[in-house]
């Protein structure tokens, strides 16, 4: 087991770029053999994060660890690692690609050229798991920067009719962020003695010694290359045309892992190595937050678009994740990691459920639907299930994330202002309301009632045996985490404390 020990965690992330290399080599006619070669480099990963579970220790920190010299004249490393902060959100999007890649055995989008859509899958899952363990802040950009070109082309290529505009808009943003992020970098590189990029060695007291005034400037320019991401109001306004436009698994690997991305780098980053610049923000974090919860519910109450409506709920959702993390406490941290994985299980699914009924009915529209739950009655249970998941129900995952986040804000940091703070907590919890409101309103309009007059006679296939393949796996998990959230809990806690003892010296 040394191996997996020494070099498992970098085999896990670089195997699908050398399954797209592979591909590109494959004639583009053997389609089956494409797909077939997706799948064992997505499966590979899959079955070597399961494997790391055997021997990670929630309380042993860093774990995993390789350091080795990559660019000495800047003094940056190839250094990876991972803890309970970065373990499950690896593990998801070992998991969610896999999935998506067994979806693909059913149906990819028009124009069909399996060959190049999926190697730029596998290329997107290199940068997204790369993100997630790079420990040196050269190596994060660079696996930040490599998931933007391949999302690009997913959605600029097989995207819908607003393609090339859905898909320049997320370009610039993410870009104009990372211009900031970039900056925010190389200045904790420049005012670190010694010089160094390296995440562990930045957060260690005495490496850094900055003024308050240049300490907030520096985690501003981290803020708006991770918020950006989230997407934090008022940066979001990407996210609901890429998500609409976007080919079905480009939609369910943007919102289950991609917006991760972002509020990982607040855990990872902003927070360890500037605490008290974190403080100052933590107000302003928490108002956009609630702003989200409350923006996002309303936009989805105004939808006609499915898959618009899904993700605008993702910007509420996200606002409980970015709640949490904003009361700067060891239950906050722990809801913000919870909530980005079950956002990532349930919206992914919900996502997953979208393509399908657009697949069959050749719509989106909520008022052309009704009745699906007569017609295909499996596909309309597993959306109430996944919507009423989505709406926080107790026992199901979208549960634990928001109430926790909830609860942090009643009593966040000693240092933060508990009135401004508690006022932030009834606004979630009126987002939550309305949450179920647009939910409810969605299941009305489209599982119940009587069939429209256009599908009467019509006949679908229900759910295909390849679709259930491809989302049993995050039924499963929707109850498990909602009945057993310790799942979750008891791989972050430790790394949770470690960061709260950070923020505290």
Known sequence: MDWLMEWGVTWAVFLPIVGAAILVLLPRSSEMGIKVVSLVFTGAPLLLGIMLLGPYRASGGIQFEKNIPWIPSINANYHIGVDGISM????????????????????????????????????????????????????????????????????????GPKREYAAIKFFLYTLFGSVFMLLGFLALYFQSEPNTFDMIQLQSGGVLDISRGLANLIFFGLFLGFAIKVPMWPFHTWLPDAHTEAPTIGSVLLAAILLKMGTYGFLRISIPILPDAAMTFAPLIGALAVIAIIYGALNC????????????????????????????TDIGFNAAIYGMISHGVITGMLFFLAGSIHERYHTRDIPELGGMIHQLPML??????????????????????????????????????????????????????????????????????????????????????????????LLVLILLLGVMPSIVFGVTNDSVLRLIEAIGR
């Open 88 to 159: 499950p959100l690896l593990l998801l999007t070992f998991l969610v690609t896999f999935l998506c890649m067994i979806y693909a055995l059913w149906h990819l989008p028009e124009p069909h050229n399996p060959k190049v859509f999926l190697a730029l899958c596998l290329l997107l899952e290199t940068g997204m798991a790369g993100t997630f363990v790079a420990l040196d802040l050269v190596l994060f950009f660079i696996f930040w920067e490599l998931v933007l070109v391949p999302m690009y082309f997913l959605i600029g290529l097989w995207g």
């Open 301 to 328: 109450l105004a939808q006609v678009d499915l898959k618009r409506m899904i993700a605008f709920s993702s910007v509420g959702h996200m606002g409980f994740v970015m709640l949490g993390i904003a009361t700067m």
């Open 380 to 473: 309309g249970g597993l959306l109430a299930y996944s919507a009423i998941a989505s709406l926080g129900l107790p026992g199901l995952a979208g549960f634990w994330g928001e109430v926790m986040a909830l609860l942090a804000a009643y009593s966040p940091i000693e240092g933060l202002n508990t009135g401004t703070f508690r006022v932030f907590m009834v606004a979630g919890g009126v987002g939550t309301i309305l949450t179920a409101g647009y939910f409810l309103w969605m299941l009305q309009r489209v599982n119940l009632g009587t069939v429209p007059a256009k599908w009467e006679g019509k006949v679908f296939e229900d759910v295909h045996p390849l679709e259930m393949a491809s989302w049993a796996p």
